[in-house]
């Protein structure tokens, strides 16, 4: 059974930086893809970023792309979300998501999902 934990999440002032961390188990997850996405409060979820397991080629949505970061550690089976120079519209809960084969930014290509951490910017 494939496990996803996120953590990392908190309170932070516009400007600052927090990084995420998605715990992957159950599996080897070496053709899957990674992503994280967020929700929110009224909003559907949205997709941030992507990363496949293998070769690491990551994919960003505009809204975060030069400021997010995604990257992963094998040994670990770790995948990562830096957020640099938040913005209060990043206020969000953020998921990790994992999926068979090749990465997509739809949530429904997505099998497996965290129970999310909230990411919360002051202005």
């Known amino acids: 059974q494939v496990q996803l934990v996120e953590s990392g999440g908190g309170l932070v002032q516009a400007g600052g930086s927090l990084r995420l961390s998605c715990a992957a188990s159950g599996r080897t997850f070496d053709m899957y893809a990674m992503g994280w996405f967020r929700q929110a409060p009224g909003k559907e979820r949205e997709f941030v970023a992507t990363?496949?397991?293998?070769?690491?080629?990551?994919y960003y949505a505009d809204s975060v792309k030069g400021r997010f970061t995604i990257s992963r550690d094998n040994a670990k089976n770790t995948v990562y979300l830096q957020m640099n120079s938040l913005k209060p519209e990043d206020t969000a809960v953020y998921y990790c998501a994992a999926k068979r084969g090749t990465f997509r930014v739809g949530a429904r290509e997505y099998d497996y999902w965290g129970q999310g951490t909230q990411v919360t910017v002051s202005s």
């Open positions: 990363i496949t397991w293998t070769s690491g080629v990551a």
